[in-house]
Antibody, heavy 127, light 103 residues
């Protein structure tokens, strides 16, 4: 069965960076886009970006351009999201999430429907 | 960027009620729309994609319709496990959510 297992909670100071990992299992890791979505406490969902695990190509939300880096290690089926220059309003639960359909069917305007989510990683930014 | 709005933001309903949630896009988006259900402390769950296609395993009381700029999610007969927050999504954006609470 498809599983996305994320790294544990983090506490960071303003200005620091955080790197969250997401280990995939139960499917071909390089066959589907991996997205990152965050949710601040009591707030809605916010799309951050996505990575093509096959090519390493990325698309980032304009809001996070210059601060976010998404990478992957295909040898261990793991995706990473690093956010730099953290601020207090970056405090949120960060989710990795697999999108459908498979990469072979994707275009710039598709493969955003998310069928599996990680358990979420709480990142707290506080001085 | 395309903006999504949802209405209502909050609704109170009883078990057995028919519930409709609307998602409006600031410009036409064809049928690129998905709906998710989220319960407190849990990750969202995909209900509907391509505006009207039911995700595998989702009960048939959920349905979606619409195209262009206006879309709806309908729950034909609300069940106790359906009390949650519902989000629409168009590509890289999510709506603000609709919380469905028990009357």
């Amino acid at each position: 069965q498809v599983q996305l297992v994320q790294s544990g909670a983090e506490v960071k100071k303003p200005g620091a960076s955080v790197k969250v990992s997401c280990k995939a299992s139960g499917y071909t890791f390089t066959g589907y886009y991996m997205h990152w979505v965050r949710q601040a406490p009591g707030q809605g969902l916010e799309w951050m970006g996505r990575i093509n695990p096959n090519s390493g190509g990325t698309n980032y939300a304009q809001k996070f351009q210059g601060r976010v880096t998404m990478t992957r290690d295909t040898s261990i089926s793991t995706a990473y999201m690093e956010l730099s220059r953290l601020r207090s309003d970056d405090t949120a639960v960060y989710y990795c999430a697999r999108a459908v359909p498979p990469l072979g069917y994707c275009s710039s305007t598709s493969c955003y429907d998310i069928d599996y989510w990680g358990q979420g990683t709480l990142v707290t930014v506080s001085s | 960027d395309i903006q999504l709005t949802q209405s209502p933001s909050f609704l109170s309903a009883s078990v057995g009620d028919r519930v409709t949630i609307t998602c409006r896009a600031s410009q036409g988006i064809s049928s690129y729309l998905a709906w998710y259900q989220q319960k407190p402390g849990k990750a969202p769950k995909l209900l509907i994609y391509a505006a009207s296609t039911l995700q595998s395993g989702v009960p048939s009381r959920f349905s979606g319709s619409g195209s262009g700029t206006e879309f709806t999610l309908t729950i034909s007969s609300l069940q106790p496990e359906d009390f949650a927050t519902y989000y629409c999504q168009q590509l890289a954006g999510f709506g603000p959510g609709t919380k469905v609470d028990i009357k």
